[in-house]
Nanobody, 129 residues
Framework: QVQLAESGGGSVQAGGSLRLSCKASTDSFRRLCMTWFRQAPGKEREAVASLYTGDRSSDYAASVRGRFIISQNNAENTLYLQMNSLKPEDTATYYC??????????????????????WGQGTQVTVSS
């Protein structure tokens, strides 16, 4: 069973940057679909960016495309989310999720919270105006 641990959240002013990390405890890091989700108070959990570690296929939500970058470090079994040009509406608790994948299934699958059984504990991101 994969275990996930996020880090890197914090408070930043609008226009600033943060990098989130999600370390996976698994021997199968290169066969995972992984997605960063976020949830703001009173709102549903939404997908931000997703990646297949086998070939680095990825996709982004329209709201973050061009500002956020999802990436991986195989040596560290770690998924990253580089967040640039942050906006107050990016304020949320950010979660990483993971599931076994043999190929990139497309974001129509990986953007659904119900696709995943393994979740990290979440890390808070606060962007002030």
């Amino acid at each position: 069973q994969v275990q996930l641990a996020e880090s890197g959240g914090g408070s930043v002013q609008a226009g600033g940057s943060l990098r989130l990390s999600c370390k996976a405890s698994t021997d199968s890091f290169r066969r995972l679909c992984m997605t960063w989700f976020r949830q703001a108070p009173g709102k549903e959990r939404e997908a931000v960016a997703s990646l297949y570690t086998g070939d680095r296929s990825s996709d982004y939500a329209a709201s973050v495309r061009g500002r956020f970058i999802i990436s991986q470090n195989n040596a560290e079994n770690t998924l990253y989310l580089q967040m640039n040009s942050l906006k107050p509406e990016d304020t949320a608790t950010y979660y990483c999720a993971a599931g076994g994948c043999r190929s990139w299934p497309g974001s129509q699958s990986t953007f659904k919270p119900s696709t995943f059984q393994v979740w990290g504990q979440g890390t808070q991101v606060t962007v002030s105006s």
